[in-house]
């Protein structure tokens, strides 16, 4: 029996996250991606500590969103977790594109995080 498209991702990100891990200095920027949304958050795996969180459904966010494609919200959720982020000092992260292709969506929330200032 062959896998789906969503156990192949999970086997993907596994072995993503025996590589990738959050520290203090360099936090992981983890991305989850749905058919309508997407979500930021920005993880210390040292402590199990969430340090920011983004997502097309804040609603600072949902105002703009009104007429924009997905991938321009993505890019709009990857400036606004940058924004979060540099507000706490955090300028340096480990982008976990969690198993997804880096394409899209996911290649546009990293790219407008890296015009609002965050390093990767």
């Given at each position: 029996?062959?896998?789906?498209?969503?156990?192949?991702?999970?086997?993907?990100?596994?072995?993503?996250?025996?590589?990738?891990?959050?520290?203090?200095?360099?936090?992981?920027?983890?991305?989850?991606?749905?058919?309508?949304?997407?979500y930021?958050?920005?993880?210390?795996?040292?402590?199990?500590?969430?340090l920011?969180?983004?997502?097309?459904?804040?609603?600072?966010?949902?105002?703009?969103?009104?007429?924009?494609?997905?991938?321009?919200?993505?890019?709009?959720?990857?400036?606004?977790?940058?924004?979060?982020?540099?507000?706490?000092?955090?300028?340096?992260?480990?982008?976990?594109?969690?198993?997804?292709?880096?394409?899209?969506?996911?290649?546009?929330?990293?790219?407008?995080?890296?015009?609002?200032?965050?390093?990767?």
């Amino acid at each position: 029996m062959s896998a789906s498209k969503e156990q192949i991702r999970l086997r993907r990100k596994l072995s993503i996250r025996h590589r990738v891990s959050g520290t203090e200095e360099r936090p992981r920027l983890t991305v989850f991606r749905s058919s309508k949304h997407i979500y930021a958050q920005v993880v210390d795996d040292t402590q199990s500590v969430s340090l920011a969180a983004a997502s097309s459904l804040s609603k600072e966010l949902a105002k703009e969103n009104a007429e924009k494609t997905k991938r321009e919200i993505a890019e709009l959720v990857g400036a606004s977790i940058a924004k979060a982020c540099l507000a706490r000092g955090i300028t340096k992260v480990v982008f976990d594109r969690n198993g997804y292709i880096y394409h899209g969506r996911i290649q546009a929330l990293a790219d407008g995080a890296r015009k609002a200032g965050l390093d990767f």
